[in-house]
Each structure stands twice: as C-alpha cells, then as structure tokens.
C-alpha cells in the first residue's frame, strides 16, 4: 500500500499517548513532521518516535507538504491549526472538539468540500467494532421514523475539569495536559465541550437529525461538571443529553444512546457491550460483542485518516458531525447563562447540507 506523508500538529498529551504511537506502527506512513510548543519537549517526542523533521511553528512543518495531518493542539487552536492543513492540501483529523466557536466548525467543513480532502473528527466510538453497521439499520429505517432520542454520557473525569490532579494515568503519560486545555471555558474547556462533544456526535452520527432548539442547565460550578439538555429537532423529533464528570474513578466510562420511531426503537449501551432493536412487527434483534471491544479507544479515526489519504474507506466520524456537536454545546451554554430558558441552535444551511449529501 502507497506510504503516506504524515504530520502532527501539537503533540501533546493524547498525541504522544495515542494518536502517534497508532502511526507509528503502520507500514504505510512516513512520520515527517511534528510540531508543538517547548523546545525540549519537541526534542522529546522527534527523538522518541523518530520525526524526520520537528518545529515549534506549525507553518514549517506543513511547508514540507504532508499528505495528511493530525491536529491534536489545545481546543481553540483547532481552527486555525486545521484550516492552514486543509489550505496545505492535507487531509486532516481533528480532535475534539472540532472547534469552539460553531461558525469555525461549518467553515473548515466548506473549506474541506472546497480542497477536495477529507476531514475526520477524532470521534472513536464510530469505529468500534459493528457500529458503523448498526448506524446504517437506524439509517436505513429500522427503527422508523425518528420521534425521540435520548443520550448519556459519565465518565471518570471529574479531576479533570476541576482541581490539579488530572487522570491517574497522567502520572506516568509521556507528557502532561496543561490545566488550561480543559478548565478554560473560554477555551473550550468544562465538559461539554471536553466529554459530551464525544457523545453528541454520536447521537447526530446515528440519527442524521438535525438540532433546531435546546433549553439546558448546567450543576453550579466554576465550570461545567454536569449538563442536561431538552432538543427539539427540525424534523419535529425530541429529544435529551446529559453529560455528568461524577463516575468513579478508573470506572469505564458509560455511555448510553436511544432511539425511538414509528416502528419500534434502539438501545445502545456502548459501557455494556451490547444493543438491541425491538420492533412494533416482532423482528428484534440483540447485538454483543465480546466484553470491553467498546470500551473507548481512538484508534479507528488515525487509522481511517490514512486509508483515506490512501483513496479507500468511508469517513464514519465527518466534520459535519462535529460541527453538529460543538454548535450545540453552545446552544446549550447559551440557554444555561439564559437560565435554561430555549435558544435556536442555527444550524448551518450549507453544513447541513453537506452532512445530508455526505451520508446519502
């Protein structure tokens, strides 16, 4: 298979952790260049995973033309950082979430229709074994048409989002998240934007609805630790999502999606292994996988991201979709600082657009 030319723009904690070490074992990638700010700490990570090239400015290192790169910097410099790939003509996955500000998400989504590249978002439970298959039954009418959605997401992160420690795991980490990435709300921090741009894109990913108002309330804290959201979509479907940071730590982290039609309805617990469609005709149908196959891991995006760059395989975690979340999360902040009164979410016209025409 033809070896593509890689680069990784901010290669920080999850990089090093995940993203890298998943390149770093394929065959067909040439791991060109690398960029993040610290020049020991970019010495680190050249030497360590064998870089041909490394610069602290991002610029340098899409100079050298990378067929695909991973933007995995600090949540409000995704934008800039994906929108100078794209114009680089790469193809690029993002991490989420895809941006801060919704208007940037719908325009690298553009941006990318315009180059002709794909764009990812480093949603990992879209590549789980079986889940692109189960998406395309609710698709394709399974459960009828769509009247209600419900979506939950916890996860063992509350040290995270507030106070010092982090994650157990950061003790030993090749490197160490800065604080501000995930505890600045003005930067995308809290865990809407942190966890549940995990979840939401889910729920758009599976469903293909699109949200047109939310009314959301977030638990008293300096930054957000637990949100509950009511939706109303355009197709007149209801809906709720709620994201809490209060599941013990080290626990797997538990997320639940269902979908109720006409017909009959769908039940996704990813933290179970398991899904099941009942229908109003008598046809169920109950999927397992073996334990812990979806436990979360983000190696399906990276891996993707190259067989796209290489002319094969189906983007499962599109901008669009991400796009879709981050609008929502800040409808959601909106009508929390409006004390959950509703808010148009304004989707996009064009993004919406090129969300139906990508999952036609």
Known sequence: MRKIKVAVIGAGWYAAQSHIPTLARRDD?????????????????????GFAFASEDFRAVLARGPEAVIVSSPHGLHYDHAKAALEAGAHVLCEKPMTVDPAHAWALVDLAARQGRHLLIANGFHYLPGMAELRRKVIDGAVGAIEHVSCHFATPTRKVFAGDEGLPTWKTSFFRPQRSTWQDAAQGGGYAYGQMSHSLALMFWFTGLTAESVASRRAPAPIDLSNAASIGFACGAIGVASGTATAPDLSRQQLRLYVGGSEGNLTLDVDLDRAEIRRQDGRHETITVPSGDWNYRCDG????LIELAQGRGENLSPGAVG??????????????????????VRAAAEGAGTYKAARA
């Not at 260049?33 to 970019?42: E, K, N, Q, T």
């Open 29 to 49: 990638v040439i791991l060109d260049g690398v960029s993040r700010l610290g020049a020991d700490d970019l010495a680190r990570v050249k030497e360590r995973f």
């Open 323 to 344: 796009a879709q979340a981050v609008e929502l999360i800040a409808a959601m902040r909106r009508s929390a600082e409006a004390g959950g009164a509703p808010v148009a």
């Open 301 to 304: 995006p990276v891996d993707r």
